[in-house]
């Protein structure tokens, strides 16, 4: 029994995150419009929402151009649970520019959606020009319910965040057990830590296979293709093929010490080689991924709070499956050298 | 048998997004998994991780029946 | 002054193991020829099928790919030459950090040579690509120490391989992963060199790629002599 707390809290947490994260609602917000040029005069456009209360009597839709400057709008009628139609004036001689949504009733807070208009048939004037600003009361007001944010383009999926990414934390948590092992390796020559490098590499590897296909079925739905040119997943692709050398370089050779020595000698050069690749490379390059070369994204949402409460637990709990199933792998490991081979481990 | 299974899968995970990005397919992969705010794509996430950890159980099983028949020989 | 006078020791060994490396490699001057053809021909054989390149980013990503075979096909080679005999000689009379610093050393200086060489003859065969003579000096710089990243990089997994029962072929099986990193780095350099954007705005690239070599140098200093001695 004293070895089963963690096991147990392991499940416990996964329990948790994955009751909570299918649980938890998604935040409201404006997914688009159906017609994105607007021109002159009176216009009137459907806007799509998400998980909004339109119903609300206290809704109100502005057009944003800057952070100051806000045209108003009349709310006409709701078309349908999430579809709202609305009619706005633009001024004839207006400068080219871009209109954001801003909606706002107490309930679900400020939705906003960026570049949601360009003006058709603008004048091209100087910027200087004298917006008929509408009188904004409230402007990022929260949001009052218990809900993941809402992204744009990442809608529903910001849940993955629960599931996708911790498989990459659990792997490098696995390929760290297997540095060490490999270091403590050359320093003593025991067996065991041969075996428990080998079973920390193979479990990484599942691990590593499981990141790269969900985190190529979630491109494929956010950003439109199977597999994009990005740090971090050109990263993933060469541990996965560095860790599967590993793999193919032990198979080669026969001799059991000698392919334990050369093994930790490889695996202690790519994971270095790994760092620099992981660590540093992606800090000079753009990245399609959140947060980092300017992508809005979560970093917005970094620290938002009902995210925090999943996504930790998710990591936790996941690092502690993949240690479950490493060590299951390495004591199934000892008995085969044991038993094949009458080696004491 | 031995050899032949690895590159089977491997075959597989390369011909897959080719075969699933298939013009005809295309309509109908965007059509199920944008639906409902693109819920669908967070299932298939979840099932994925799922079956491959359960595969993976699967093979540890796989060993330790052999080394079980292997000790009672 | 024993520090001193131990230094002197040991940079004498290691001049002397580097003369050796170089005795031993132009002794069979069939290997280095073997190389060189292997360079030439696979140049030749990018002229035929594409003429002349026009495009600077193709030249670039061509050479590239060239100079890294060239460097698999050259560094592969360097453990695997050796005699038994002379090996069980090495093993009893120099430490290892000194005979894997020789090799380092030979393996860079002839990289070097290789890359300049197929620079050389690969803007003689399919032009130059629009690099021109003024932004030459900062490439030849970046095809330096490319040549030097995959010695340093190279020597140690050649080393593996050449334990492993497949032998030198294991090198490509281990190395090409391992090179992606630094084959980043110094596309990202010559690109920019070929975008005319200026040295100084692109020299950060190559501190890094320095950073990089001297680190694997480092760590194969470090890790060489456990796979010495069995």
């Known amino acids: 029994m004293r070895h089963l707390w963690w096991k147990v809290l392991c499940g416990l947490l996964l329990a948790y995150v994955t009751v909570f994260s299918f649980i938890v609602p998604l935040g409201p917000g404006v997914i688009g419009v159906d017609q994105t040029s607007l021109s002159s005069g009176e216009n009137t456009v459907i806007i799509q929402s998400y998980n909004a209360h339109l119903e609300e009597s206290d809704l109100q839709v502005f057009l944003g151009i800057n952070d100051s400057t806000y045209l108003c709008t009349e709310v006409l009628e709701q078309v349908d649970n999430d579809k709202l139609k609305v009619r706005f004036t633009l001024p004839q001689d207006a400068p080219n520019t871009s209109f954001n949504i801003l909606m706002n009733n107490a309930k679900d807070g400020t939705m906003f959606f960026p570049n949601a208009f360009r003006y058709a048939d603008a004048a091209g004037t100087s910027g200087d020009f004298e917006w008929s600003s509408c009188p904004v009361s409230v402007v990022n007001q929260e949001n009052t319910g218990f809900s993941i944010p809402f992204q744009p383009i990442i809608y529903e999926t910001i849940r993955n965040l629960m599931f996708h990414v911790p498989m990459w934390f659990t792997m490098f948590f696995l390929m760290g057990i297997a540095l060490v092992s490999s270091l403590r390796y050359l320093s003593n020559s025991k067996t065991e830590h041969d075996l428990r490098a080998l079973a920390a590499v193979q479990v990484g590897l599942v691990f590593c296979v499981l990141g790269l296909i969900t985190g190529s079925v979630w491109a494929r739905f956010t950003w439109g293709a199977w597999w994009v040119n990005d740090p971090q997943l050109n990263g993933a692709l060469v541990t996965f093929l560095i860790y599967v050398a590993y793999i193919i370089l032990r198979n080669s050779i026969e001799d059991d010490q000698k392919r334990a020595k050369i093994a930790a000698v490889f695996n202690i050069f790519a994971f270095v080689i790994l760092f620099v690749l992981l660590m540093v490379l992606p800090r000079f390059s753009e990245s399609l991924h959140p947060g980092k070369g300017g992508n809005p994204a979560f970093n917005k949402y970094d620290l938002d709070n009902t995210l925090r409460m999943v996504f930790y637990p998710a990591v936790i709990g996941w690092i502690l499956l993949g240690y479950w199933i490493y060590q299951l792998r390495l004591r199934l490991h000892r008995i085969e050298k044991k038993f094949y081979y009458n080696e004491n481990v | ?73 | 002054m024993a520090f001193v006078l131990l230094l002197c020791i040991t940079m004498k060994a290691l001049m002397y193991l580097i003369k050796h490396e170089f005795r031993m490699e132009f002794r069979q001057k069939y290997a280095i020829a073997s190389i060189l053809l292997f360079t030439v021909s696979t140049i030749y054989v990018v002229y035929q099928a594409m003429k002349k390149i026009d495009d600077s980013n193709v030249w670039n990503a061509i050479l590239w790919i060239i100079l890294l075979f060239s460097a698999f096909n050259a560094i592969g080679k360097s453990f695997s030459t050796e005699q038994r005999s002379l090996r069980m000689y090495l093993y009893t009379t120099v430490k290892p950090q000194q005979f894997v610093l020789a090799k380092l050393i030979y393996n860079s200086l002839f990289m070097v040579v290789l890359g300049l060489l197929a620079l050389g003859v690969f803007s003689l065969f399919l032009g130059d690509g629009g690099l021109g003579p003024l932004k030459l000096g900062t490439y030849i710089l970046g095809v330096v120490m490319g040549s030097v990243g995959f010695a340093c990089l190279l020597t140690l997994i050649a080393g593996i391989a050449a334990q492993t029962d497949s032998g030198s072929g294991m090198t490509a099986v281990l190395g090409l992963p391992i090179t992606i990193p630094l084959i980043l780095i110094i596309m990202r350099f010559t690109t920019q060199i070929m975008k005319g954007i200026p040295f100084e705005d692109n020299v950060q690239n190559i501190l890094y790629l320095g950073v990089l070599n001297v680190g694997l140098i480092g760590l194969t200093y470090l890790l060489f002599p456990y796979l010495w001695r069995d």
């Open chain 2, 1 to 73: 048998m031995k050899t032949f299974k690895p590159f089977a899968l491997l075959i597989l995970c390369v011909a897959l997004p080719f075969l699933a990005s298939a013009q005809a397919a295309d309509s109908v992969l965007e059509e199920t998994f944008f639906s409902s705010g693109k819920m669908p794509v967070v299932l298939s996430v979840v099932v994925i991780i799922l079956v491959g950890l359960l595969a993976y159980v699967a093979v540890l099983n796989k060993k330790v029946n052999k080394l079980e028949n292997d000790i009672k020989k």
